[in-house]
């Protein structure tokens, strides 16, 4: 009897056998399978899209697998540079340490009209010693408080900018300075990166010699022993980098045949101070 039954124990073994892998498949490896394809999405997105921007990229012109560690060390070479100099730019653009220290502060009102007199009769006593003519509208330009600035903290640098470029046109020896206008500030364009910088433009009036308007010229982006080749360096020892925008030169008057009248556009640059929880203007 038992050796009868055990050849019919072997098709239905075998069975069994098939209809537990076929739900192995269905209930465990069909699921992974599907898992495991999703998970290959972004990688075989990514390597398609490489693959695309490798045809069409001019910088990836060429770009193989037996260069690739070449063109990786250029990159990585071009990348130090950049950041080199952006060192060596933020180096040059810097304000003097106590401009800084108040860029980082809450905004003082009371400290800040202080100053601002203060920077205003040294440029007048320091005119009178030299014998130039320094009109009120000059002094009058320097920066002032009004209840709608964005950050008044960049006052402390609008200010120190100002004081060095009058400071810059009495020590270049011209004869007079008529007048100091702070500009609005430019917007970015809509599509420019993010600044890290604020531009300080101001118009400044001043008239004299044409060699003493060449001083201050050729001085307005020299900064430190630059200003040896001028002769201000021991003069301007916290001048920053100025850019000149636009001029006008023009003769002054016929009274004065040896004057010429210039009217230009300066630019300065400060760091944008942190954003802080308030600032205070009251006294």
């Known amino acids: 009897m038992a050796a009868f039954l055990k050849p019919t124990r072997l098709p239905t073994l075998l069975a069994a056998l098939a209809m537990l892998l076929a739900a192995a498949y269905a ?10 394809a999703e998970l290959d999405k972004p990688l075989v997105y990514a390597w398609n899209s490489l693959a695309l921007t490798n045809k069409t990229a001019d910088a990836c012109e060429g770009l193989d697998a037996t260069n690739a560690a070449a063109r990786l060390q250029t990159i990585r070479t071009a990348l ?18 106590e ?11 009371i400290d800040f009209q202080n100053e601002r007199q203060l ?3 040294l440029l007048a006593r320091t005119a009178k010693e030299a014998k130039i003519a320094l009109e009120p509208a000059a002094t009058n330009g320097l920066p002032q408080y009004t209840a709608d600035l964005e950050d008044p903290r960049l006052l402390w640098a609008r200010l120190h900018v100002a004081q060095q470029l009058l400071l810059t046109a009495i020590h ?47 001085s307005l982006p020299l900064r430190g022993p630059e200003l040896d080749v001028t002769g201000l360096a021991a003069a301007l020892t916290n001048k920053p980098v100025l850019f000149v925008d636009r001029l006008l030169l023009r ?10 009248l210039l009217e230009i556009v300066v630019v300065g640059s400060a760091p944008l101070p942190p954003a802080l929880t ?6």
């Not at 209930?27 to 495991?36: C, E, I, K, N, T």
């Not at 401009?99 to 009102?109: A, G, H, I, K, Y």
């Open 172 to 218: 270049a020896r011209v004869a007079g300075l008529r007048s100091l206008t702070q500009l609005p500030p430019r917007p970015a364009p809509a599509d420019a990166p993010a600044r890290s910088f604020a531009e300080l433009p101001m118009q400044l009036e001043v008239f004299g010699p044409t060699d003493a308007l060449s001083r201050l010229l050729n």
């Open 278 to 283: 308030g600032v205070a203007t009251t006294p």
């Open 80 to 97: 130090t540079n950049l950041e080199s100099a952006q060192r060596l730019l933020e180096a040059r653009l810097a304000l003097a340490p």
């Open 99 to 109: 401009v800084l220290t108040r860029l980082n502060e809450p905004f003082q009102l």
């Open 119 to 121: 920077q205003a009769n």
């Open 251 to 260: 003769k002054h008057s016929p009274e004065r045949p040896e004057d010429a």
């Open 27 to 36: 209930l465990v490896f069909r699921p992974l399978r599907q898992y495991a």
